[in-house]
């Protein structure tokens, strides 16, 4: 071979594993080996087969990840479980065709529960396909205005607080399901019945039973992953799902199972008159609950799962894109809106997949599962489908990283808190806007953030030294500070250790020096801040 050795060959033998553009840097091949400099991605030849194969085996795996979720995310909605199906298939035969990120997987998620519940309970099933298609549209709008790459200027403390929220909101509504009865409407009254629903369980064996499925789901889930990865092959909410159905069936236990109706049944299309609920105030700001906050929860998720491999990294105006065309679809057939899910996607990462095949694949065994085998989910109990509810709801509460936020950076931790606070007592989309609000207010305090030094050594000069940013949300306190000083001793004012100086500001110093060096006054000397 010509040129420098240390290049790697154009044309790679078959096998050979490398990348589809250059990476620089360590990367990792698939059989774990650390890989330095320039690599290329695994090509056409003589591998086709093995890609094959890896993406047909993940999409296996990610199809069994979905298939719980995806009904379990449609009746903690109040729509039918088959709604939920129909929404994974789109977004695997859909999104997923589509450029923006080959890798991760979109699906309906537990992220968007909450505000589906609400709207459905305020305007009804049949108008729910409508504000999925208009947050839809507006999704791809905001992709073809290349409004992608902004969604990656939100504070992560919104977005924690939003997840937060939205998880209390979860748990508390699911533990009502968990034990067969009915949730209340609102977040504090779901806090606020817990005691009445604990005393409700104890005095009746159904709800009993239920409960004890529900929490036999949940105690899967946790030990699951502590098993052996020999042991783990099949996904822990599938077999959680098919341990609960399968007692509940040999015990022939009266709970509350999944209601089938059939996947043409449950298809509803919006009609021509529900459209006029878009000229609703209310609605148009669900409308835009749901389209900023599905971007925003698929674009966090496509950032995460870029870490999780070399391959190539997310468009995100594409993905913007790509998520929009997927709800609008959904909502064409009134069905569940998509976001993408970091469970899945993670699962398809570290399944192999290679390529969009595998994600295209999972939509396609959830089509044939719903075309042949819908009576199934008639068996599963819904309290155990609340069950795996409850656990994802609980890991979105970052209680870890929360009491790590409070010691490092005390604002941010009470923007997580007031965020999720305001969700679960009001609504999301009044949540968000305060989350939104503080986290602009703490960046105004923060660039603002000034200190006024003064050394008085009794008799002399008297110095002055102001640091951090001097703006006119502080000029106040500066004025004060300065006017403060003796007016019959010469004062020296140090701008040096400014990092911003507003306009405001240095008008209001200049003018204060001005009129202290008038006539019969003392000098005061301005030592400017540094270019």
């Known amino acids: 071979m010509r040129g420098d050795p240390r290049?790697?060959?154009?044309?790679?033998?078959?096998?050979?594993?490398?990348?589809p553009r250059p990476v620089k840097g360590i990367i990792h091949d698939p059989s774990g080996r650390r890989r330095r400099g320039k690599a290329l991605w695994r090509g056409e030849e003589g591998v086709c087969g093995a890609r094959g194969r890896d993406d047909f085996a993940a999409s296996l795996v990610v199809f069994l990840v979905a298939l719980p979720l995806c009904v379990g995310v449609a009746v903690a909605s109040g729509v039918p479980a088959e709604l939920g199906l129909v929404t994974g298939i789109v977004g695997g035969l859909v999104t997923g065709l589509l450029?923006?990120?080959?890798?991760?997987?979109?699906?309906?998620?537990?992220?968007?529960?909450?505000?589906?519940?609400?709207?459905?309970?305020?305007?009804?099933?049949?108008e729910l396909g409508v504000l999925v298609l208009a947050a839809g549209l507006l999704q791809l709008l905001m992709g073809v205005l290349r409004l992608g790459r902004w969604f990656r200027a939100i504070s992560v403390a919104v977005v924690q607080g939003m997840l937060a929220g939205i998880g209390l909101l979860l748990v508390a509504g699911q533990l009502y399901v968990m034990a067969d009865r009915e949730a209340p409407?609102?977040?504090?009254?779901?806090?606020?019945?817990?005691?009445?629903?604990?005393?409700?369980?104890?005095?009746?064996?159904?709800?009993?039973?239920?409960?004890?499925?529900?929490?036999?789901?949940i105690a899967v889930l946790v030990g699951w992953k502590r098993l052996p990865p020999s042991m783990r092959l099949v996904p822990?909410?599938?077999?959680?799902?098919?341990?609960?159905?399968?007692?509940?069936?040999?015990?022939?236990?009266p709970v509350a199972k999944v209601e089938v109706q059939g996947l043409l049944d449950a298809i509803e299309p919006p009609s021509a008159d529900a459209f006029g609920l878009l000229t609703q105030l209310g609605v148009l700001g669900a409308v835009l609950a749901f389209a900023l906050i599905a971007s925003a929860e698929s674009l966090f998720s496509a950032a995460a799962v870029d870490r999780l491999h070399a391959g190539p990294r997310t468009d995100y105006d594409k993905e913007l894109i790509a998520q929009g065309a997927g709800n609008a679809?959904?909502?064409?057939?009134?069905?569940?809106?998509?976001?993408?899910?970091?469970?899945?996607?993670?699962?398809?990462?570290?399944?192999?997949?290679?390529?969009?095949?595998?994600?295209?694949?999972?939509?396609?065994?959830?089509?044939?599962?719903a075309a042949l085998l819908p009576s199934a989910l008639g068996v599963i109990p819904l309290s155990c489908l609340a069950g795996i509810l409850v656990y994802s709801g609980a890991k979105l509460v970052p209680v870890k990283e929360l009491i790590v936020l409070w010691r490092a950076h005390r604002g941010e931790a009470v923007i997580v808190v007031a965020t999720a606070g305001m969700i679960v007592v009001a609504n999301m989309f009044e949540g968000v806007l305060i989350g939104v609000a503080l986290s602009v207010?703490?960046?105004?305090?923060?660039?603002?953030?000034?200190?006024?030094?003064?050394?008085?050594?009794?008799?002399?000069?008297?110095?002055?030294?102001?640091?951090?940013s001097a703006t006119f949300l502080r000029l106040p306190a500066i004025l004060d500070a300065l006017e403060a000083l003796p007016k019959d001793r010469p004062i020296e004012l140090d701008l040096s250790g400014l990092r911003h100086l507003d306009h405001a500001c240095l008008t209001a110093l200049t003018t204060w020096a001005d009129r202290h060096n008038t006539p019969g006054t003392t000098p005061v000397r301005l030592v400017p801040a540094e270019p």
Not at 442 to 463: E, M, N, P, Y
């Open 185 to 217: 409407d609102t977040g504090p009254s779901k806090i606020v019945g817990m005691p009445g629903l604990l005393a409700d369980v104890f005095g009746s064996a159904q709800s009993m039973v239920a409960l004890g499925l529900g929490l036999g789901t």
């Open 441 to 468: 207010a703490k960046s105004a305090w923060d660039t603002s953030h000034l200190q006024v030094d003064v050394a008085d050594g009794g008799v002399g000069v008297i110095r002055a030294r102001l640091t951090g």
């Open 329 to 369: 679809v959904c909502g064409a057939l009134g069905s569940l809106p998509l976001t993408a899910v970091i469970v899945r996607s993670a699962a398809n990462v570290q399944a192999g997949a290679r390529s969009k095949a595998s994600r295209v694949l999972h939509g396609v065994w959830l089509l044939l599962f």
């Open 99 to 126: 450029p923006g990120s080959s890798l991760q997987v979109s699906g309906p998620a537990a992220g968007l529960t909450v505000l589906v519940y609400e709207a459905v309970t305020a305007h009804g099933l049949a």
């Open 236 to 253: 822990a909410p599938l077999v959680a799902v098919a341990v609960a159905s399968g007692i509940a069936a040999i015990c022939d236990t």
């Open 7 to 19: 290049r790697l060959r154009a044309r790679p033998p078959a096998g050979h594993w490398h990348h």
